[in-house]
């Protein structure tokens, strides 16, 4: 009996010790999962700062990123978290971009569950990137005048944008939340205006201006939103104001025609919106939800005018639009194979602008925009089996104008549009899935209204210029879609996927205008784990879009034989827009060691456009060409992006920064522009770019 307890105490201690082990590991590896919790949950900041060099300006490059010029800069960025353990109040101070002039700063506090409050401020400056020399003076200013000395002008413009907020939980389902945002908008815009026949006793001259920009935004915003386990609601009022002290420019032009007075050219004018809204959302079922959306905006523009009108007693325009917004949804899982989604939408815009004479010409009076816009939309989901989903869709929009007077506007009453989409999903094995898409969309519209060129003998027969032939929203139209993507696991280390888009236009219904249109779209993208420490990534794409349109010029240089006999140069024309372009890059990171990291970055992409033109028949006026195109417009952008990382401990690191780039742009319209009087504008055909940057970043505080 002795010999078997002791031939036992082994046995004993050996699953006794299995036991407290096992025990002890369970405590452990729940202490672990703990630490995973409390890691995540646990407060981290970080600060980035260092500094970095752009080697030259960048009037391209340059327009937003906050480093158009060549200098060095301050690289500033941090996010800090803290939370305040015993009242679980967190405070975050976030700064990006905070040495450049893109520079976003926040400040917040709140209590989640309780309140909140923030304050933000942002900056993003604009740089014009054409170069300008011109004899105009007084720039800045509402006074300007023609014939100065010549100088180099380069034009920027600076947002700065405050926004501050508040929020408060009034109980457990509902809370109230108010915010106001001030934008200032100051720099100089390039703007121009027409001179008159009167003065030169030939053509018009154009003449350079420079608008003064002093804008101020404002926006308030209060919510006031409830949360049920049904129903949610939220109820609002959205308030703009628009304010700019400058109603108008003066230009001095008597340095280019002595005999003419001071020419006014008006500003954007005040203005004023409000909107108040209602958003909904209520739990039909467990499978089924609604939703609803309800807005009123009401938009004023009553500023009076700068100077009195000769053509009617009206001291504002007394701009009045009411807009009523109705949207309807419902969301439901039928059953588990078949999910059904179905919308609806009115919007009715109502222009109670009064209509009054403001010039002496055709088109005197001021047409009003009154429309409403119908649509539904009812589409399925339905799983075939685990791997196979088919999807169909329909949708229907009704967009009714109202009455115009002018025959530079009135087209049609109404046009209907009518879509249908087909698609499926399916797992093909499992490495591959694939989907495809199909749509056909139909337009049409009511008759076309007398004065739209459409009548017999309406076409271009008369001075007024029928831009019905531009009028592609008008224009009946079937378009034809189609898209196909794969996404290919090929092994543990490649991945692939792929994107092919097709549409397809056909316009009618115009004896000139838009004809047809089309556009294609492939792209790949590539993934490669190389190792456990490196992997690569890869893309290529190609596009192609066109547009063919018909339309009936004039020219002629001869000012009293237009006056006398305007039709003798009317031409007939057909051009084809071809834009081709491709893009390419390839990647690539890596870990060479526990403290390094490394990666680079080359891309490249090429947009061409051509506009290809011929005569459908042949000019009355021998001034007038038989045919031709216009030059091609192609822009080239290069990319080389290397970045490397060293890390000193858990908590902080270096990290260096470099980047190449470089633009080519041959766009002729901007080359040499001299449609001015006395001034010119250019741009740069290519701009390049060399910019490095270094920075120590700490974490976990």
């Not at 700063?105 to 569950?113: F, I, K, V």
């Not at 009022?237 to 050219?265: E, G, H, K, R, W």
Request: hydrophobic residues 30%; charged residues 20%; glycine residues 8%.
């Amino acid at each position: 009996m002795t010999g078997c307890r002791y031939a036992m105490l082994p046995l004993s201690v050996s699953v006794l010790s299995f036991t407290v082990t096992g025990v002890v590991a369970q405590e452990a590896e729940q202490d672990d999962g703990m630490a995973e919790v409390r890691v995540l949950s646990t407060p981290v900041s970080q600060l980035s700062a260092g500094l970095g060099y752009s080697h030259d300006d960048l009037p391209l490059l340059g327009r937003y990123n906050g480093r158009s010029d060549q200098s060095a800069y301050l690289l500033l960025d941090f996010d800090i978290n803290q939370r305040d353990d015993d009242t679980g109040t967190w405070t975050l101070v976030d700064g990006r971009h905070v040495g450049l002039s893109n520079r976003n700063l926040r400040y917040e506090r709140n209590r989640q569950g309780d309140w909140n409050y923030f304050i933000e401020v942002d900056q993003l400056d604009s740089l014009n990137p054409y170069q300008y020399r011109t004899d105009l003076s007084g720039m800045g200013t509402d006074q300007q005048a023609t014939g100065g000395s010549e100088s180099a002008l380069r034009l920027a413009q600076q947002r700065q944008n405050i926004n501050i907020g508040m929020g408060k939980h009034l109980s457990k389902d509902v809370d109230v939340s108010l915010s106001y945002r001030r934008e200032n908008k100051e720099g100089q815009r390039s703007w121009g205006r027409g001179g008159s026949y009167a003065f030169a006793g030939s053509f018009e001259q154009t003449f350079f201006l420079v608008e003064p920009i002093d804008y101020r935004t404002q926006e308030v915003d209060a919510k006031l939103n409830y949360s049920g386990e049904q129903l949610q609601l939220q109820g609002g009022y959205l308030l703009s104001l628009f304010d700019n002290p400058t109603q108008a420019v003066t230009l001095d032009i008597s340095s280019a025609i002595p005999s003419a007075s001071p020419q006014l050219t008006a500003t954007a004018p005040d203005n004023r919106s409000h909107n108040l809204y209602l958003n909904a959302g209520y739990q039909l079922s467990a499978l089924t939800r609604a939703t609803l959306k309800l807005s009123q905006q009401q938009d004023r523009q009553d500023e009076r005018f700068y100077q009195a009108n000769p053509y009617n007693s009206r001291s504002d325009l007394g701009g009045k639009i009411d807009t009523l917004r109705f949207h309807l949804g419902l969301h439901s899982r039928l059953t588990p194979a078949l999910t059904l989604n179905a919308k609806w939408r009115y919007e009715d815009r109502d222009d109670k602008t009064p209509k009054a004479r403001y010039i002496p010409t055709f088109g005197q009076y001021n047409q009003l925009e009154t429309r409403t816009v119908t649509s539904g939309l009812l589409d399925a989901t339905y799983r075939v089996d685990s791997g196979l989903s088919l999807l169909t869709g329909l949708e229907h929009e009704v967009l009714k104008r109202g009455a115009v007077d002018d025959a530079n506007m009135s087209r049609r009453a109404q046009t209907d549009e009518t879509s249908l989409r087909i698609g499926a999903r399916k797992k093909l094995s499992d490495s591959l899935n694939g989907s495809v898409k199909l749509s056909h969309s139909q337009r049409k519209g009511s008759a076309w209204l007398p004065g739209s060129g459409i009548l017999a003998g309406t076409l271009l027969t008369t001075p007024i210029a029928h831009n019905y032939v531009n009028s592609i929203q008008f224009a009946d139209r079937d378009r034809d879609q189609l898209r196909m993507a794969l996404d290919w696991y090929a092994s543990e280390q490649l991945s692939l996927q792929g994107v092919v888009e097709a549409s397809q236009d056909q316009y009618s219904g115009l004896p000139l205008g838009v004809r047809d249109g089309s556009s294609r779209l492939v792209s790949i993208d590539a993934s490669y784990q190389l190792s456990d420490e490196w992997s690569l990534s890869g893309w290529v794409s190609s596009s192609r879009r066109q547009l063919e349109s018909s339309t009936q010029g004039w020219s002629d240089l001869d000012l009293s034989n237009y006056l006398s006999n305007y039709s003798d140069s009317m031409q007939s024309w057909v051009g084809t827009s071809k834009d081709k372009g491709y893009a390419l890059g390839l990647g690539i990171k890596g870990q060479p060691t526990d403290e390094i990291k490394l990666g680079a970055k080359l891309q490249y992409s090429n947009d061409r456009n051509r506009f290809d033109m011929s005569a459908l028949s042949a000019p009355i006026d021998p001034l007038f060409a038989a045919n031709g195109s216009l030059p091609s417009i192609e822009y080239r952008l290069s990319q080389l992006i290397l970045f490397g990382e060293y890390a000193i401990d858990a908590q902080q690191e270096v990290r260096v920064d470099y980047r190449y780039e470089r633009i080519s742009n041959n766009d002729w319209s901007w080359n040499n522009h001299t449609d001015y009087a006395a001034t010119t504008v250019t741009q740069l055909a290519k701009d390049d770019h060399h910019f490095i940057g270094i920075a120590y970043v700490y974490r976990g505080w």
